[in-house]
């Protein structure tokens, strides 16, 4: 069946270090969402990525969707205690457009 | 603007015990509403979604159930709790305005003794 992986599982930076998460897809994704889950929280909506080769960035975060929408990355820049948590990737189940599949997640742990 | 509401928020239950789960959207029509388990330190398991009123899919075959007598609000059940049972339960909405994506609520921490 399909599948979404993510590397690493875990991660553990010094403050002010970059990190960086990939996701890779066993199919073809129309897009790719993010998700971040602090530490007892929920998961929140980051940001979705439709095109081939697009690139988006907020303040800090850069994602990328691959050439052949199957696989993404979260780069962190200068990363804080603030970005402590588990960044998820998401991407549409076969056709449907709102059913996901989840990735596995990488913990990021930053030490202060 | 969109808000959604799960209670209760944690919730301890002796196995064999009945469940009842709830979750509301408010603030957006006819949303998609769906159900996940989470496990500590684990990825989301998606349980049921819902496109509509009444209608309700099932992916992973459990002893758990949902319902969605109304447009907003989306109930997942259990007539008898399993030790396997317990985890993190998250509903979520997503309406096509907003390119599905997905917006949880806080979750409720279910612990199955």
């Known amino acids: 069946g399909q599948q979404v992986m993510q590397i690493p599982q875990y991660q553990h930076v010094q403050e002010g270090e970059d990190f960086t998460t990939y996701c890779n897809s066993s199919t073809t994704l129309s897009n790719i969402q993010w998700y971040k889950q602090r530490p007892g929280g929920h998961p929140v909506f980051l940001i979705q990525l439709v095109k081939s080769g697009e690139v988006k960035k907020q303040k800090r975060l850069t994602f990328q969707f691959g050439e052949a929408k199957k696989n993404s990355s979260l780069h962190i820049t200068a990363t804080q205690t603030t970005d402590v948590g588990t960044y998820f990737c998401a991407g549409p189940v076969g056709g449907s457009s709102y059913k996901l599949i989840f990735g596995s997640g990488t913990r990021l742990l930053v030490r202060p | 603007s969109q808000t959604i509401h799960q209670w209760p928020a944690t919730l301890v239950q002796p196995v064999g015990s009945p469940l009842s789960l709830e979750c509301t959207v408010e603030?957006?029509?006819?949303?998609?509403l769906y159900w996940y388990r989470q496990a500590a330190g684990r990825g989301l398991q998606l349980l049921f979604y819902s496109v509509g009123i009444g209608q309700i899919s099932s992916e992973v075959p459990q002893n758990l159930s949902a319902s969605r007598p109304q447009d907003r609000q989306f109930i997942l059940s259990s007539k008898k709790l399993l030790l396997s049972d317990s985890g993190f339960y998250l509903c979520a909405w997503s309406v096509r305005q907003f390119s599905y994506e997905q917006y949880f609520g806080p979750g409720t921490r279910l612990t199955v003794t």
């Open positions: 603030g957006t029509s006819n949303p998609n």
